[in-house]
């Protein structure tokens, strides 16, 4: 097929990649806050529904730009379903990644902004500070990934749709900044608030895709938290990071998918 695009090899241990062995580097911070968010994407699971890109256009008040600006690539979605593709053009076998912010330790996006607008936090968070933004998209050209969303107008004034119907906890933005996925702030802050006022550490969060998928393909939580279930799930020998080989160190990563395809049987002519 045309175009075809595979998914990254694992016959090395992926986990290889993420150790803490010298590296080139123009930075190296560790963020130092009580948590370290991180996000597991299981990709076995995953069967393509976009039910979490819903669910993360409903949570972060994304707004909907329509056909004609979506095929001018001005689409304003901030996690996205890459499709791969390997077989015969007439019956291709399918695979799906979803791709989101990666958060990544040594993020790109963050050293060329003129005006610190992509800044990181002390949980490793890669955080949008909507009202310094310009608008430059020196972020998004630096970024591997391309997850991050420019707002080429004010896509929420046109959408016509009453106040109620938008998240109150979610910023709506304005034409000329850049968004992106934000691992569901708001939420985090909610467990935050909650855990301070109780004096306990943050607990559980639930992003907004995590919320929606029918597979449970994402898990999402604590990684400082050796029993939290992201933490385990990225001790699996399955576990890789997206474009290891830019050295961006990335919160999210995947466990690649398992396949045995079934080998044609002899003296059927498959």
Known sequence: M???QHLPSIA???RSLATDKPEPHLYRWKPEGPAAWAMSVDLNACIGCNACVV???AENNIPVVGKEQVIREREMHWLRIDRYYEGS???PDSYFQPVLCMHCEEAPCETVCPVG???HDSEGLNVMVYN???GTRFCSNNCPYKVRRFNYFAFANEEQRPPEARNPDVTVRGRGV???CTFCLQRIAEARIAADRENRPVGEVRTACQAACPTQAFTFGNMADPDSEVAKRKQSPLDYALLADQNTRPRVTYEARIRNPKPPNEGSGG
């Open 2 to 4: 045309s175009g075809t």
């Open 12 to 14: 090395k241990d992926p």
């Open 55 to 57: 669910a993360c256009q």
């Open 89 to 91: 053009s007439t019956a």
């Open 117 to 119: 607008a992509t800044v």
């Open 132 to 134: 310094r933004c310009i």
């Open 178 to 180: 850049m968004e992106k």
